[in-house]
């Protein structure tokens, strides 16, 4: 079936270095993708989306990049902090509506 | 502004036993979604409503009931917990129309003895 995937299950990286987020997605008619974080105890939060009609999204400190020739999709994070540790979900929407969600990827920040 | 609120946030249940488990938001979404995340898995959704009086089935539906007869509410039903239920099960909502975010709960977190 289609499925949306990460490259890495963990990713360590030193206070105020960028980290990068990795993500594979298999359903080429897939037109929305979204990031969420999730922090111990707590539900996923809204990060940034990206339609499928645009290769770049800049927020706060966080970018977006999608990659339609080979269905990747990336998070980057600016000036990694340490409050930014987190478990991070790429999604992305079928159907208009339905969200399939990839296993995630563990960040540690290291003081 | 509340956003999506989930009660309980902990329950513990023996094999056989029923629950409901409650959702509700107050941002006039008409999506609502339940998940249920499993240890190092992503989540996977049970069922979904595009509005009030009208669900549907997600990836994984069998052994849960939804109903959505408000807006605002969207409770999710075990008719017969089993072990394989232990989960920590999430409520979402987004606005209508596609390609919009979801907003979660921060979850119930069920145990099945």
């Known amino acids: 079936g289609e499925s949306v995937g990460l490259h890495l299950p963990t990713l360590s990286v030193q206070e105020g270095d960028n980290s990068i987020i990795n993500c594979a997605y298999s359903?080429?008619?897939?037109?929305?993708f979204i990031w969420y974080k999730q922090e111990s105890g707590k539900g996923p939060q809204f990060i940034i989306d990206i339609r499928s009609n645009m290769d770049k999204r800049q927020g706060q400190r966080v970018t977006v990049l999608l990659n339609k020739t080979v269905k990747h999709l990336s998070l980057q994070i600016a000036a990694t902090q340490p409050g930014d540790s987190a478990v991070y979900f790429c999604a992305e929407n079928t159907e208009g509506f339905k969200t399939i969600f990839g296993a995630g990827t563990r960040l540690f920040v290291k003081a | 502004n509340a956003g999506v609120t989930q009660t309980p946030k902990f329950q513990v249940l023996k094999t056989g036993q029923s629950m409901t488990l409650q959702c509700a938001q107050d941002m006039n979404h008409e999506y609502m979604s339940w998940y249920r995340q499993d240890p190092g898995m992503g989540l996977r959704l049970i069922h979904y409503s595009v509005g009030a009086g009208i669900t549907d089935q997600g990836e994984v539906p069998n052994g849960y009931n939804v109903s959505r007869s408000t807006t605002e509410d969207f409770p999710l039903r075990l008719l017969s917990a089993a072990p394989s239920q232990t989960s920590v099960y999430f409520c979402?909502?987004?606005?209508?129309?596609?390609?919009?975010?979801?907003?979660f709960g921060d979850g119930t977190r069920l145990s099945i003895l």
């Open positions: 979402a909502s987004s606005m209508g129309g596609d390609n919009q975010p979801q907003h």
């Open positions: 359903n080429s008619a897939s037109d929305y």
